[in-house]
């Protein structure tokens, strides 16, 4: 079996990875982050607008990525475009 070390910078490049495709994709459906929060279930646009831009080390969570691939139409792996193995 491989072992698996991520470091917290590997881990950071990875959550700004995923919050920019979530950005992209969401942008490109004209969906505005305070849409998106509402049917996500979020009252306000915090939680989108910081893990897009990785502020404060905030990030998606998997329960966020399955609910916004539901919203947006989808594959939840398109979020992890371009993040190496």
Do not use: W
């Amino acid at each position: 079996m491989k072992n698996c070390d991520i470091n917290n910078d590997q881990m950071k490049k990875i959550y700004q990875k995923i919050g920019r495709n979530v950005k992209r994709i969401r942008s490109s459906k004209n969906i505005s982050q305070l849409s998106l929060s509402l049917a996500i279930g979020h009252k306000a646009v915090g939680t989108v607008s910081m893990a897009e831009l990785n502020i404060n080390n905030k990030h998606f969570n998997i329960e966020h990525l399955v609910k916004i691939s539901n919203v947006l139409e989808v594959d939840i792996c398109d979020f992890f475009e371009g993040i190496s193995k």
